[in-house]
């Protein structure tokens, strides 16, 4: 080989080098790049903050570890739970409240009577020799009847039981309990409540089964409940459901020789029939939320139950005393309104409008302190203390927030049309 090939050969390899090099470093350069850029979205995507910045040292060939600076993640766990449907809720409810729910019956001595044959003319002289027998009834003795029947619920182990004051109205009947499992009890009535369909009876029986009260406050429409009672005083323990139609109504339940104004009650198009009264109406719980009082008899599925929380400060009287001690001003009335002021021809829409019953019941309560002050039936009255009455806050509501012995001054409306303020001194609720 010659001296030019072997410097050709030289000078190529030479150049062949400087090539690659040129090229290596070109790519080492886009490494690098694409290595920063990967590296800053990596960092931008980490739960935690890295700082890569280089504090001022005395050694700037050694760079710094980074700081990391800890996040809060926050993550959200989903756990299906299985709610139980509808049926089965009913059936569960159903199975709580049964064995507290009784049957009651009402008995008395009626009369027996048979036909007897006599002689219209016996003992006239002018007729003596005349026979004649024709039939007619005689009484023969008396006999115990069951001339009524309701429902009611146990309240406590040691035999309360809550029911309707028109399923115990009458005062000459005895009566006696039935409960779940047939067993029957005589009972004796520890309060009827003149101011609402309410009453306490107590059997002689401990360690009874007793019902869940609800919070009648938190009702909605829509809501599913249930009844339970004794259906046409036949069927024990009969059950039906519907839903709550609406709330706070205002009504004139009558029946039984009675006639009240019922105020905000509960509206249900669940069957409440006649033996139903007194007895529960439950929340898909097994709560008592309300105590079965009417139905409508003009119209299907229109049923109404007082409120159970209307009647919770009732029942804790009568378990301590063994009756019912509330204030009471002693009047029946009818809430006014526009449509009841156009009705009457009033000069209001607003007050208390003293008047008696459909059955003759008093507007005035006889020894009460609203006869005492001299309120008369056609009276109104507008305030008590300043505070108007009106269907938001009837007297109904008012008068339970006072106690026996407050004395309360009234704004009257006299049926006579004169304006006067009257004294009062409330007294124990009459039984």
């Known amino acids: ?50 700082s890569t910045s280089t504090p001022e040292t005395g050694n700037k060939e050694t760079a710094p570890a980074p700081t990391l600076t800890p996040q809060i993640i926050e993550k959200k766990i989903y756990v299906e739970v299985e709610k139980p449907d509808r049926e089965t809720q009913i059936v569960a409810a159903v199975e709580a409240a049964s064995p507290a729910v009784t049957s009651i019956v009402a008995t008395k001595d009626v009369p027996v009577y048979e036909i007897c044959y ?17 039939p007619q009834p005689c009484q023969k003795g008396t006999q115990k009847q069951k001339v009524g029947a309701g429902s009611g619920f146990i309240v406590t182990k040691n035999g309360l039981i809550a029911t309707n004051k028109h399923v ?33 009876l107590k059997i002689a029986k401990s360690n009874l089964p007793t019902v869940k009260l609800g919070d009648s406050s938190k009702v909605k429409v829509g809501q599913t409940v249930i009844v339970i009672g004794n259906a046409l005083g036949e069927y024990q323990n009969t059950t039906s459901i519907g839903i709550v139609s609406g709330l706070e109504r205002t009504i004139t339940a009558s029946g039984e020789g009675l006639s009240e104004i019922l ?42 139950a007082l409120p159970i929380n209307s009647i919770k400060t009732s029942l804790a009287q009568v378990e301590q005393f063994g009756e019912i001690r509330r204030p009471m001003l002693g009047v029946r009335y009818a809430p006014v309104n526009a449509e009841v002021k ?47 009455i009106t269907e938001d806050k009837p007297l109904s509501k008012i008068i339970p927030n006072y106690h026996i012995g407050d004395a309360i001054t009234l704004k009257v409306l006299k049926s006579t049309g004169e304006t006067v303020t009257i004294n009062v001194t409330l007294i124990k609720m009459m039984g």
Do not use: C, H
Request: aromatic residues 10%.
């Open 1 to 50: 080989m010659t001296r030019s090939q072997i410097k050709t050969i030289v000078l190529s390899m030479f150049f062949s080098a400087l090539a690659a090099g040129i090229v290596g470093a070109i790519v080492f350069i886009g490494i690098a790049g694409l290595k920063d850029n990967y590296l800053s979205k990596y960092l931008e995507e980490l739960p935690f903050k890295v």
């Open 118 to 134: 006599v002689n219209p003319f016996e003992g006239d002289p002018f007729f003596k020799d005349f026979k004649m027998k024709i």
């Open 168 to 200: 115990v109205s009458d005062k000459d009947a005895a009566y006696s309990v039935i409960l779940s499992d047939g067993a029957r009890f005589d009972a004796a009535i520890l309060a009827r409540d003149p101011g609402m369909d309410f009453a306490v």
């Open 263 to 304: 105020e905000n009650v509960i509206q249900t198009d669940a069957a409440i029939n006649p033996g139903n009264s007194g007895g529960p109406l439950l929340n898909l719980n097994g709560e008592v939320i309300g105590i079965n009082v009417a139905m409508s008899t003009t119209g299907q599925n229109i049923s109404f």
């Open 342 to 388: 156009t009705k009457l021809n009033l000069t209001v829409d607003y007050g208390a409008y003293l008047t008696k019953g459909p059955s003759g019941e008093f507007a005035v309560w006889p020894g009460s302190p609203a006869e005492i002050a001299g309120l008369k039936e056609g009276d109104i009255i507008l305030e008590i203390d300043g505070v108007k």
